[in-house]
């Protein structure tokens, strides 16, 4: 668990790096979850529109039953049926879209430095598999309290090397589902017991190949 918080920007590398990646990487693991309806699996351990919208780090945690052994995306729906922090908008999102397959992602990994692994939690539509609520688990005492949501859709989150990284697409008027116009990402950092902001930046799909992104100004 790092011991610092840092408040400077991504280097241009990096952020250029991630603004073209960034897209494709949410993608696929959309492509992965719809392939996995059909084989059964249930995300990869990290290594290396909605009413309601809310993003909280570091609020008061809700604790939920513990799932036997490595959690697996049916006990993930139960967590987030049973969690008083999930919305109402979200849960109703949580019923299956083919057979008993639900749009749930799970993906496992450290983010927070506890005993187990973290599980970050990714909650799609049925029918064009949009983001609609992205959830983080920590392993506590034998339960998994959840330690960080945001329900602003499109979203969607993942472990970057040891980071919370939460992508959220941005449409502007007539855009399709398929095609954004760009995407907010912001990476937090897990210091003394909740997620902080690390830094947030903007790409505009649109803007020529190699440009910095736009910085986001930090809200908290």
């Known amino acids: 668990m790092r011991g610092g918080l840092t408040e400077a920007g991504p280097t241009p590398a ?15 693991a959309l492509a992965l979850f719809v392939s996995s309806c059909t084989t ?8 290396g529109p909605a009413a309601h919208s809310d993003a909280v780090a570091g609020a008061t945690p809700s604790p939920s039953a513990t799932p036997s052994d490595t959690p697996d995306r049916e006990d993930a729906v139960a967590l987030l049926k049973d969690d008083p922090a999930v919305s109402a908008d979200v849960k ?3 019923k299956p879209c083919a057979g008993d397959e639900y749009p749930v992602d799970v993906s496992y990994g450290d983010l927070t430095g506890g005993s187990g692994d973290d599980l970050v939690v ?12 992205a959830y983080v688990y920590r392993e506590s005492d034998g339960r998994f309290e959840n330690v960080f949501r945001t329900e602003e859709p499109p979203v969607y989150a ?12 941005v449409y502007e008027k007539g855009d399709p589902v398929s095609s954004p116009s760009g995407e907010n990402v912001t990476t937090y950092r897990w210091v003394s017991g909740r997620f902080v902001q690390e830094y947030s930046w ?7 190949v190699g440009a910095d992104p736009t910085p986001v100004p930090d809200s908290g």
């Not at 990096?14 to 696929?28: C, F, K």
């Not at 040891?162 to 959220?168: E, R, S």
């Open 14 to 28: 990096r952020g250029t790096i991630q603004a073209a990646i960034t897209a494709a990487t949410v993608l696929a």
């Open 40 to 47: 059964g699996g249930t995300g990869a351990r990290d290594e």
């Open 92 to 94: 109703r999102e949580l």
């Open 122 to 133: 990714n909650v799609m539509s049925c029918g064009d598999l949009m983001g609609v609520g």
């Open 158 to 169: 993942e472990i970057d090397r040891g980071d919370l990284v939460v992508t959220k697409q």
């Open 202 to 208: 903007h790409s505009d799909y649109s803007s020529v």
